[in-house]
């Protein structure tokens, strides 16, 4: 690439500012205007806790499911599956959510407010309403947190299905299937991504907890013995790919569960710090020959795997690392955004509130923007939209100030701006911007897909 130049434009000579971190209403109404998140049906009034990705959203959401599965799958020991939603019933007898998959359920005999028992700090220390207080509450009890319906015409208890609760019992009943066809041996992992339904009794915090959302889980089953050594590869595995996307190291931190499950033989929390404290992330299990064992015992099925070079047999351990897709969307747009102070030469303050994904995460790469409306330009301008879109989700806007769109470019996290003037008639080439140096540079049209694919790439050094 030629050696050109370096353009600043003058409103953005800058001394950056950090004004102010997201908190969770800025980022719902933020999602909103600009189209990553809305409420579902709300034309209807909304249906509580369930939302619907927009435009921008469900850009982002695919990437932050490209961004995981590529971690999961481009290995030599990790198989994809996509596995459905409605399994026979017997999975869940023999995997323990028939049973045991519930909450304790409280109710305020006074305000009529339904609570989470165990969660609840007010009943848990002073056992009164967490809304107003009384202490006129119903006994705890068991809530079954799984979705029923029915499969086929008839209504009858024969035919109860239910809406997964998690997406991993599919990996286990398919053990046989993925490391037959894939001849792969243990150590190796089976990763899904895929929706998941749970009947919350107490969903909220935008889509932080919601009845209808989407996991990404891996199964990695291991030799017993060796299952300590590889739960700990996959907590430091797993700290280094929110770290490779931009996740802030203080946002992160390792929480050991105080109690295991009966099965378990360690649990860690990945929490971050959201916008109302930190919480769960994702969780990181050692679940022992568990779930193998139990779907061999109701099955009917040997289960057992043989390493026929050490011509032996047992039924494979597994370290499980399931994370909520929506809920690390949410933890994107959390240490993403900020507002931020710019000051021109003489003084004058603007702000511009960033998104600073990870290019990667971030929905529209580039962003091609004429001067001008005129036809000398937006001859040039629209074919070179359709040559940076051949390669990148690209945005073309060619309403306002140049200044303005630059900010609503910033707002939605867009790594590049590529400014098509009166110059670039002349020599055919543009002005690219640099979302977070703000810095710009004169580019030959020729060479734009390289340099932006370069730049996306080398994203740090970029500028
Ligand atoms: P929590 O304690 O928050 O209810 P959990 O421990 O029951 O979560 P897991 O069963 O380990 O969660 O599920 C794995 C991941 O799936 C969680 O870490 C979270 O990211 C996501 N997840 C679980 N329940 C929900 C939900 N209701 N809404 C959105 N994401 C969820």
């Given at each position: 690439m030629e050696n050109t130049p370096e353009k600043t434009e003058k409103t953005e000579k800058t001394e950056k500012v950090i004004r102010r971190l997201a908190d969770l209403n800025t980022l719902v109404s933020l999602s909103k205007r600009r189209g990553f998140v809305f409420q579902s049906s709300e034309i209807y009034g909304g249906l509580g806790s369930c939302w619907d990705y927009g435009p921008l959203g469900s850009l982002m959401k695919l990437n932050v499911k490209r961004a995981w599965w590529n971690a999961m799958t481009?290995?030599?020991d990790i198989v994809g599956i996509d596995a459905a939603i409605?399994?026979?019933?017997?999975v869940w007898k023999a995997s323990g959510h028939v049973d045991g998959f519930s909450d304790p359920l409280v109710d305020c005999?006074?305000?009529k407010t339904r609570f989470r028992a165990d969660n609840t700090d007010s009943y848990l220390t002073k056992?009164?309403?967490?809304?107003?207080?009384?202490?006129n509450l119903s006994e705890e009890r068991q809530f079954n947190l799984m979705f029923k319906t029915h499969m086929g015409p008839l209504e009858d208890s024969a035919s109860v299905v239910y809406l997964r609760p998690e997406t991993a019992q599919g990996h286990f009943v398919n053990f046989m299937n993925c490391q037959q066809s894939s001849r792969?041996?243990?150590?190796f992992g089976i990763a899904a991504i895929g929706k998941s339904f749970r009947n919350e009794i107490t969903p909220g915090n935008f889509i932080f907890r919601t009845r209808e959302f989407e996991q990404m889980e891996m199964q990695y089953f291991v030799k017993p013995g060796t299952d300590e050594k590889f739960f700990n590869e996959w907590k430091e595995r797993r700290l280094q790919f929110y770290l490779k996307y931009g996740?802030?190291?203080?946002?992160l931190r390792f929480k050991p569960h105080d109690k295991l499950a009966h099965y378990a033989r360690a649990a860690v929390d990945v929490e971050f710090n959201f916008p109302m404290g930190f919480s769960e992330l994702e969780g990181i299990h050692n679940r022992s020959d568990f779930d193998l064992s139990q779907h061999a015992k109701f099955s009917g099925k040997n289960l057992e795997y043989f390493n026929e070079a050490e011509k032996e047999k047992y039924v494979p351990y597994v370290i499980e690392t399931a994370v909520g897709c929506d809920r690390l969307f949410l933890a994107f747009m959390c240490d993403a955004y900020r507002e931020e102070v710019t000051k021109d030469e003489k003084g004058a303050e603007d702000v511009r509130t960033v998104l600073a994904f990870h290019p990667d995460i971030a929905p529209i790469k580039v962003a091609v923007l004429p001067l001008s409306k005129k036809e000398d330009l937006t001859k040039i301008a629209e074919p070179l939209r359709d040559q940076l879109a051949e390669d990148f989700d690209t945005q073309y806007d060619e309403a306002q100030s140049i200044g303005k769109r630059y900010r609503r470019q910033d707002e939605i996290g867009t790594p590049f701006c590529v400014t098509v003037d009166f110059d670039t008639i002349n020599d055919q080439a543009v002005t690219v911007r640099h979302r977070d140096k703000m810095t710009q540079q004169r580019v030959p049209i020729k060479e734009l897909n390289g340099y932006i694919a370069a730049g996306l790439k080398n994203w740090n050094s970029t500028t």
């Open positions: 481009r290995r030599s409605l399994m026979h019933p017997t005999k006074d305000c056992k009164q309403c967490p809304n107003c207080g009384s202490k792969y041996k243990i150590p996740i802030r190291q203080e946002s």
